[in-house]
Each structure stands twice: as structure tokens, then as C-alpha cells.
């Protein structure tokens, strides 16, 4: 119609259709201004939805629902669970989303652990993590007794992190198959950075919120849906101009209600402050879904003990559960052998809500469950996670622009846009970081440790005086005041706080007050590995009295010339040892640990387990924690087996100085893991690994025995970081059987002292990206060496800062003395020149152990006029670099004709072989020079391997023409110290001459040959 054709403005025809218009505005605003007014009355317009349901059982934590199917299920029992923060009615918000109507009708049995909102149930904000997984354990538990059947746990966000938590502490028992969607395990893995820096920063975090933490309740449900709305700020002001839009459209607002509801507040729930606490410490800071030793109900735990088939979901947009982070769990559980993954289009909520995931999700999960159970084929959309050449999958199955998924990721939107953005500007950060000081993950992250815990350790070392107050006792009680409710010690998959541990020896203290126990006195310590025994030397320390420290496997004899040695008044033993200690010990014989144990103890034994505590009153005498550097802490009684037993005393100084300096060494912090696989009467085992883990404040870990399946084992279930060795204690581990993830664990760092290089190479080529650190440490004074950058293999490195002055004196062989000159004074060995290691304890750094070492191993006026040193008895080298290197022990240097021959130099040319298990070198009579000796050597093979001559004279010949063995022995074992060390003595007895098994050198044809 043309302009002339139209009607007149003021025509009737015009003014109709104004009428028209405005009636329709008016009608539209109050149908706008009625739904306003229902809403604001009411709260919203339709009745609240939610799917039928029953509730089965019912807790303090959860009520355990069971969704009405339409149709009877065949089907084993499905069992959802949801995350901390969010209601339950994500698996239903609407019934054109829900989750729990697509699977009810798809024939599935759905079950819900439905942990209500903590704010509104009588102390639900005093909930832990642990109430949160044990409720999903129990919940399986009820699942199973009501079906007959074992379950699916499928698991959402923090729901699957719960799910894994649960199939872990019940070592995956009643569980039919594990799903997840969208469930980070490594959680370090969420942010797009180098690991160490991660740390670093998750730690920095963890201080600034530390004692907010520590104050609030929790986290309350409209905090957290206020909190995501403001960072989708954008997206919350489009879908308010949307919701007024349509605010008269009321089939509009009734269709989109659920959702906006859910998404406007009412989807979100408190987060309780205990489980808060425990999820920051654990989960992010110490990211224990990786390493394992989540510690629940007292108990440790590890996902490498989940066996269950899983399958995971992966958003590739979701940014709280990164695919990375998501990806975890195949590091995390090597056991699971059927491991399945499946990459969504979509973002954190659109993984469990909306139209993708009712086209993918849920039909997969559908399809999942059916062939778990046998009763269809294995879903095609599903990838094997553990497929050689695995790559992630991206399925077109729906559109990236979805507006449904959209507007139920709403609420997240822009928080990924924004963590987009800040992720691309740290990175670019990082780079330039990188750039300025080259690896920014071992700079960095190491620069931040120096500055919070290895220089406040290394200050307190260098100002140790005599009268420091210090001492194994104090070190506990300040630990467990200023950190009380961190795990300590674990033993036995049991956990122990430092405040737990601190109660038990206050306790053992007045056990031992009312035994007759004094300060100064001495006191054996005679017990297998075990938290008692820990105990009990702390309790004496607190009580100033002196830990002797002997092996629990001397026999009578032996044991009877030990506690002379180390002049024990009295004895603590375990039930255990208690009758073998009698028999040996006429004195005042006191017995610990054990208490809920079936036992009998020796006549005239104390049952020290049988004292109260609260009625033992502390005497005026009594002081905790009197310790000062310069006393006397503890009495290690070495040898007594082939040998005379030696007491070696350690002072609190020289406690201090191994415990703080393998900390600082080690870099150990809160967030580590200690095994002590070594014994507790060993010098490495309680100065080193226990020192270090409490003085670090990290978690010590001790071996139930020391193997290499337990070891691994245990490495997994307590999330080991450091293993402390000694001697050839790796050399089993090398030399197991392959098993499944021995690349995937969380140790960091094997550090110890006594590991070969051929050892060192091996362990480290076996087992991915760990370090090794290398000590020597006499155990009286405080000459301690450290290899800290691991750049040498076989070097033991610098001394510590804080050590005393360390020196190689020049050795004379032939005359078996120290090199003097003609003033008398020792003469310091020339640049790799090997000699006598030599400690100076007239400083300040030193002198207050000179009381307690045996004169005969002093040397006075030694460099200089006045001077005081000690003898090793170790012979070092050092080279041009300054770092020193092992070379033997005085007393096993072999003394031949074209001169001296350490017999570690021939014992690692024959570790070279592979089937070398143990070897020891030792010297036998020359009887052409009586005053010379001649190398020989005992090794032994596996037991199914023969002895191949053409390879041990291949190694041999290697090594100069005085040092090759002129005899070689087979033989089946080689006998170790407590420590791992082999025992030469047995070898010495056994002897070389001709017969079975017994080689001799042929210098004619460089070959060994038979002698029988």
C-alpha cells in the first residue's frame, strides 16, 4: 500500500490500532505486574519439582534417597553423589533437564546420598571431609544390603572426588564400577603452570587464608551463589534484562523457573568450616588426590588402591574441572586396569545439566552400566584411557552454542572467561620469568622455599651455643602447639597428630616418673619399629634422661655386652622383646606398647601401659624439656655381633644439627611425606628421618617392614614425597619384579647415605623423575656432607652451613698413621689425594661434643697449637669443585704390595654386573709379603643365574693390576647390618680357599677359572 493509500493519523482506522497497541502494553504490564506480585508473595510461580522419591536411611550427614523408576529395574544399583556447595537437586533442577528422570527411564536404579544444606541441619557446620566420605561408604553399604547387588558410585565435581575417596578407603569392596564427571584429582593440574610453581602458589594462599580459616563457621550457601554471580556479572545482567523481558510471559517463566532458581541461590548450600579447612590443607595445598595419605577417620588413604572400572567425563570447556586436573586419576590409581574416558562439549555444569548432557552423559552412562552388568556392548563413545597411544576424544554430538547449556553455565560463564584471561596473563608472566632466570620451575619454586623454610633452619644451625635449649622432647611440644592437628607419624595405615603424639608422651613421662625413672639416668630402648618406640625416646628426652638406643636382633650374649657398653640402668622393651630383654638384664626392666594386645610379661617386668597418668602427680624436680645443646640426648650402640659393641654418643646439639640441617637439605615442608623404612635404633632412622620429619613439620611415615611391595604400597597409602635410605636398602627396590605405575608414585627424593652410582643411575632410570640426595654423617660430632643438587652422582657433597670445620688430613698407608710435618703438625691431603676425614670441635660449633667422644679419638693441637679434632675414621677425598667423595672406611682398606685398595672401589666395579645382588670385598693374608695383604671378593647372583667368568673378568681387568681379586666366592647371601650395610666379618670367616663355588685369578690369561 502506497503513502496515499494509508490511513489518516487521525483516521478511525488508526486510532484503532493505537487502541490496540496500548491495550496490549497495558495487558502486557499487568500480566507482568500479577506474575511480579505472585512471585514476590510466593517465591515463585509453580509448584517446587522434584522427582518421586523415597528415603531409605537416614544419618546426622545424609538421607539416602531411591528414585521411583516407571518401570521395575533389572539393573545393578546406580548411586549418585553430589558435591559440597550444591544442592542435591543438580541431578533434577527441571523436568526437562533432570538427570535422575532420564535415567529412571532408561531402566536404571538410582539411588542419591543427599547431604541436605549443613546450615540448616543441627551441626551441620561442623561437619568434616571425613563425615562427608564416610556417609558415601555407607550409603553403599545400605545400597548393597537393599539390592543384593554391587554399586555404581557416579560422582559430580566434588561428588566424584568423594566417590574416589570412598572406593579408596574401602579399597573399592561392594563397588561395581566408578563415574565421574568433571572430578579433578590433580588438583595442581587445574592451573596451566609449571608444578612447582603451582605449589608454591597453592601454598602462598593456604598462609594468607590460614587464620581466616581457622575463624568462620563455613561458607554459606548465599555467599557462594553471590560470589559466582558477581563474577558472571555480565551474564547475571543479560539473563535479569531476559527474565523482565518475559516477566508477562508466565508459561515462559514457569518453563525457565526451576533453573533460575537453582542458579539464583537456591542451587547452593553452606560449605561446613571443618570440611573447608581439611579440603584447603589436603586436597589443594598438599594435593593428596595425587600422592595419596588423605587421612580419614584416623586411617590413610590412597586411590592407588582403587581397583573398580572407571570412566571419567571431561568437559573442554570446563575450567573448575580442567581436563588436565581431571586426567589425574590415571597417575593417581595404577591399579585400575579398565579405565575409560569420555571428552563433552561442554563446561562444569554442562557436563551433568542440560540438553548436552542428555545427549551424551547420561545415554553413555546408560550404555556404561548396561555392559558393567553384562547386559549390553561396550559404548562406542567411550576411550581406553590406558591404550597405548591414548589421545583425548572430541564428540560432535552437540552444538558449541547451545543455549540451554548455556544459560545453566550461567553461572559460571564469565568465572571461566575470567579465569581464561588471568590464566593468559600469568602465563605470559611465567614466561617472562622464565626468560629473566631461565627455569622458573626450579628457581622460583626454590627461591620461595628457601626464603619460608630452609633459611630459618639454616639461621637456627649456625646459632646453635651450648646452651641453646634444645632437644628432641621440645622440638615435639613445639610442634604440636603451634601445628597440633596435622597428621604426624602413620604407621599401619593408622594416623597420628602432633598433638596426639605430644599427649602420648606427656603420658609415657609420668609412666616412667612412677617406674623410678630420673633425669641423667640412662635408659635402654630395646624394641622393633613401632610408635612406642618413638614415644618412649621422646619421653625421655623430655624428661632429661639419656635414650641408649640397641638392636632388638642381638642375641643374649651380644645384648648383655651392649648394655654394659652403653652403662643402662634400666630397660624399655615391647611385649614382643620382653622375655629375650630378661634373660639378658637382671635390672629394672620396663615394658610399652601393646596395651590392647594379648600378652605375658617377664616376672618383676613394669607394665608401663598399665600406669594412669592422671594419677602420677609430676614432682617439684620435674622440668619438661630441660635439654641444652651441649647434654648428652641419646647413646647409639653399634656393632656386637662379629665385633666388640661401641657407643656412640650424640648430643642434643648433634640432633639438632641432623634433624634441622636434613630438613633444610631436603627442602621438606608441611606438605612432604617422610618413610622411615630404616629401624629406629639406626642413626639415619631417628635422627635423620624421624629429626627431620618433626623439625620440618611433615608427616612421618614408618615402615611396617621393609620390602618392595609393601614399600610401594605404603609409599601410595601415606603419599610418601621423601624416602630416607641407608646402605644398599634400594638395591632390592631395583631389583623387583616391574609393577604396574612404578613410574607414577609420589616420591620426589631418595636421600640417604651409602648408595653406590651404579645404584644411583639404575634407580633413577627406573623410576621417572626422582632425585637422589646423598649424606655423610659421622654420628658422633656434627661433620655432616650433603650432594643437595644431586649433579654428582656418588659425591656426598659440601658441608652444611653450621657444620664445624671439616678437613682431609693426609694419610700414610704403609705406616697406617696420619702424615705429619716436621713440627709435628697434620698435613691436609693434596686435590682428590683420598685421606682422613677429620671434624674441628674446639669452635663454637663443636666444642660442646668433645665431652662426650672417647679421648682415644681426639687429636690435639693437631693444625695448629690448641686445636681439638675428631677422627672419622673415614677416608674422603675432595676435588677440585670442593665436594668431597667417599672412598672407604679405615678399617676395610685392603694394604697390597702396589698399595693401598679401597675395598668399595672393587665392590662397585662388580656391582657393574646385573646379576651382581650383593657383593663385599675384603682382604686375605699375602703369604709372600706377611705384612701385605690381597684383595678378595664375595659376591652373590640371583638365585637362577649362573656365573659368568668372561663378564667378571671383563669388569676386572678394568681396575689396576694390585687391585683385582685375586680370589672371587660365590656365595648365596651376604649378611646385613640393621642399616643395610654389608657385614664383612662372616665373609672373612667363611674364608677363600679351594672348593665349590670358589674362583682364582689367572694373571696369564686375565681370566678367572675354577679351583675344584
Not at 487502541?19 to 517446587?48: C, F, S, Y
Not at 532420564?102 to 549443613?118: E, I
Not at 654394659?564 to 622383646?577: I, L, N, Q
Request: proline share 6%; hydrophobic share 45%.
Amino acid at each position: 500500500m502506497s503513502d496515499r493509500d494509508a490511513p489518516a493519523r487521525g483516521s478511525a482506522t488508526a486510532r484503532r490500532r493505537r487502541q490496540v497497541a496500548w491495550a496490549k502494553r497495558l495487558r502486557r504490564v499487568g500480566l507482568a505486574w500479577q506474575n511480579a506480585l505472585e512471585i514476590m508473595r510466593a517465591g515463585r510461580l509453580t509448584a517446587p519439582y522434584g522427582a518421586p522419591f523415597e528415603v531409605v536411611h537416614q544419618t546426622p550427614i545424609f538421607r539416602l534417597r531411591r528414585y521411583a523408576s516407571p518401570t521395575p529395574s533389572t539393573a545393578a544399583p546406580l548411586l549418585l553423589v553430589p558435591p559440597l556447595m550444591v544442592a542435591s537437586e543438580v541431578y533434577d533442577i527441571a523436568p526437562d533437564v533432570s538427570a535422575v528422570a532420564y535415567l529412571t527411564r532408561a531402566g536404571m536404579d538410582v539411588w542419591l546420598t543427599d547431604f541436605g544444606a549443613p546450615e540448616r541441619e543441627e551441626g551441620g557446620m561442623d561437619r568434616t571431609l571425613d563425615d562427608h566420605v564416610r556417609a558415601v561408604s555407607e550409603a553403599i553399604d545400605q545400597v548393597r544390603a537393599a539390592t543384593g547387588k554391587d554399586v555404581h558410585l557416579a560422582g559430580y565435581s566434588q561428588g566424584g572426588m568423594f566417590a574416589y575417596q570412598a572406593a579408596a578407603f574401602r579399597r573399592s569392596v561392594g563397588i561395581a564400577s566408578i563415574i565421574t564427571f568433571g572430578s579433578p584429582v590433580d588438583v595442581h593440574r587445574s592451573v596451566a603452570m609449571a608444578d612447582q610453581i603451582v605449589e608454591q602458589l597453592v601454598a602462598s594462599v593456604q598462609r594468607a587464608i590460614a587464620r581466616p580459616l581457622a575463624r568462620i563457621e563455613g561458607l554459606p550457601g548465599v555467599l557462594t551463589s553471590t560470589g559466582f554471580r558477581l563474577l558472571s556479572a555480565r551474564k547475571e545482567a543479560g539473563q535479569l534484562v531476559d527474565f523482565v523481558r518475559k516477566l508477562h510471559d508466565r508459561s515462559a517463566l514457569e518453563k525457565r523457573e526451576a533453573r533460575r532458581l537453582f542458579l539464583g541461590g537456591q542451587g547452593f548450600v553452606a560449605w561446613p568450616g571443618p570440611a573447608l579447612r581439611k579440603f584447603v590443607d589436603e586436597i589443594i595445598v598438599a594435593n593428596r588426590m595425587t600422592s595419596g595419605g588423605i587421612v580419614i577417620d584416623g586411617h590413610s588413604v590412597t586411590l592407588a588402591d582403587i581397583d573398580s572400572p572407571t570412566l571419567y567425563f571431561v568437559g573442554d570447556r570446563d575450567e573448575m574441572g580442567r581436563p588436565a586436573a581431571v586426567r589425574g586419576i590415571r597417575k593417581a590409581a595404577p591399579a585400575i586396569t579398565e579405565l575409560f574416558e569420555v571428552m563433552v562439549k561442554a563446561g562444569h555444569f554442562g557436563l551433568v545439566v542440560g540438553s548436552t548432557a542428555l545427549s551424551v552423559t547420561w545415554p553413555i552412562t546408560v550404555e556404561w552400566v548396561r555392559w558393567r552388568d553384562g547386559a549390553g556392548p561396550r559404548p562406542e563413545r567411550i576411550t581406553a584411557a590406558r591404550a597405548a597411544g591414548a589421545l583425548p576424544v572430541d564428540h560432535d554430538d552437540a552444538d558449541d552454542d547451545d543455549l540451554e547449556d548455556d544459560d545453566l553455565d550461567g553461572a559460571l560463564g564469565e568465572v571461566q572467561y575470567d579465569l581464561d584471561l588471568a590464566g593468559d596473563v600469568v602465563g605470559k608472566t611465567a614466561r617472562a620469568l622464565w626468560d629473566r632466570v631461565g627455569d622458573a620451575s626450579n628457581d622460583l619454586s626454590d627461591y620461595v622455599d628457601n626464603l619460608r623454610w630452609q633459611l630459618p633452619r639454616l639461621h637456627r644451625l649456625r646459632n646453635l651455643r651450648d646452651d641453646t635449649v634444645v632437644s628432641l622432647g621440645k622440638a615435639l611440644a613445639d610442634q604440636a602447639r603451634e601445628i597440633p592437628d596435622r597428621t604426624f607419624f602413620l604407621w599401619r595405615d593408622r594416623a597420628f597428630t602432633y598433638a596426639e603424639a605430644n599427649r602420648r608422651v606427656d603420658a609415657v613421662v609420668r609412666g616412667l616418673i612412677a617406674a623410678g625413672v630420673r633425669p641423667g639416668q640412662r635408659v635402654a630402648v630395646i624394641m622393633t619399629g613401632r610408635p612406642s618406640y618413638l614415644s618412649v625416646v621422646t619421653a625421655l628426652s623430655r624428661l632429661g634422661a639419656v635414650a641408649v638406643l640397641l638392636s632388638p636382633r642381638l642375641p643374649e650374649p651380644a645384648l648383655r655386652r651392649a648394655l654394659d657398653v652403653g652403662e643402662a640402668e634400666a630397660v624399655v622393651t615391647d611385649p614382643d622383646d620382653a622375655a629375650g630383654v630378661r634373660a639378658a638384664f637382671s635390672g629394672k626392666l620396663l615394658v610399652l606398647g601393646g596395651a590392647h594386645e594379648a600378652r605375658r610379661l617377664p616376672a618383676g617386668a613394669v607394665d608401663l601401659e598399665s600406669i594412669d597418668p592422671a594419677t602420677v602427680p609430676l614432682p617439684p624436680w620435674y622440668r619438661a624439656d630441660p635439654g641444652r645443646a651441649r647434654d648428652l640426648a641419646m647413646v647409639f650402640v653399634v656393632g656386637g655381633l662379629y665385633d666388640a659393641p661401641r657407643a656412640n654418643r650424640v648430643t642434643n646439639r648433634r640432633w639438632a644439627f641432623s634433624a634441622l640441617g636434613a630438613a633444610a637439605t631436603c627442602t621438606l615442608t608441611n606438605r612432604d611425606t617422610v618413610y622411615c623404612a630404616l629401624p629406629l635404633h639406626h642413626p639415619t632412622g631417628m635422627l635423620v628421618a624421624a629429626g627431620s620429619a618433626l623439625s620440618g613439620g611433615a608427616r612421618l611415615a614408618l615402615a611396617s617392614r621393609f620390602a618392595p611391595d609393601v614399600f610401594w604400597q605404603e609409599v601410595r597409602r601415606y603419599g610418601v614425597s621423601v624416602v630416607f635410605y641407608a646402605g644398599e636398602m634400594a638395591r632390592a627396590l631395583v631389583r623387583a619384579p616391574f609393577t604396574i605405575g612404578e613410574r607414577n608414585h609420589p616420591v620426589r627424593l631418595f636421600a640417604g647415605s651409602g648408595m653406590r652410582p651404579d645404584l644411583w643411575k639404575r634407580l633413577t632410570a627406573r623410576f621417572g623423575a626422582v632425585g637422589v640426595l646423598e649424606f655423610y654423617a659421622s654420628t658422633e660430632a656434627s661433620a655432616v656432607l650433603a650432594n643437595a643438587d644431586g649433579g654428582k652422582i656418588g659425591a656426598v657433597g659440601h658441608p652444611l652451613p653450621g657444620s664445624p670445620e671439616l678437613a682431609i688430613a693426609a694419610y700414610d698407608f704403609d705406616t697406617d698413621e696420619l702424615v705429619r710435618d716436621a713440627r709435628g703438625r697434620l698435613v691436609r691431603a693434596k686435590v682428590d689425594e683420598p685421606g682422613m676425614l677429620v671434624a674441628r670441635l674446639d669452635s663454637a660449633r663443636g666444642i660442646a661434643d668433645i665431652a662426650h667422644i672417647a679421648p682415644t679419638r681426639l687429636l690435639h693441637d693437631a693444625f695448629g697449637p690448641g686445636d681439638t679434632w675428631f677422627v672419622t675414621g673415614d677416608l674422603l677425598r675432595i676435588d677440585g669443585d670442593g665436594d668431597y667423595w667417599f672412598v672407604d672406611r679405615h678399617g676395610d682398606v685392603i694394604r697390597t704390595r702396589g698399595g693401598p685398595v679401597p675395598s668399595r672401589r672393587i665392590e662397585d666395579a662388580l656391582h657393574q654386573l646385573d646379576g651382581v645382588i650383593a657383593c663385599v670385598a675384603v682382604a686375605i693374608p699375602d703369604r709372600a709379603h706377611v705384612d701385605r695383604e690381597l684383595p678378595a671378593a664375595a659376591f652373590a647372583l640371583e638365585p637362577t643365574e649362573a656365573v659368568d667368568l668372561d663378564a667378571l673378568a671383563r669388569v676386572v681387568v678394568a681396575l689396576p693390576t694390585h687391585a683385582r681379586p685375586v680370589r672371587l666366592r660365590r656365595v648365596a647371601s651376604i649378611p646385613e647390618t640393621d642399616g643395610f650395610r654389608p657385614l664383612k666379618q662372616p665373609i672373612r670367616e667363611l674364608g677363600f680357599a679351594d672348593g665349590p663355588d670358589v674362583y682364582a685369578w689367572d694373571p696369564t690369561t686375565n681370566r678367572y677359572r675354577a679351583t675344584t
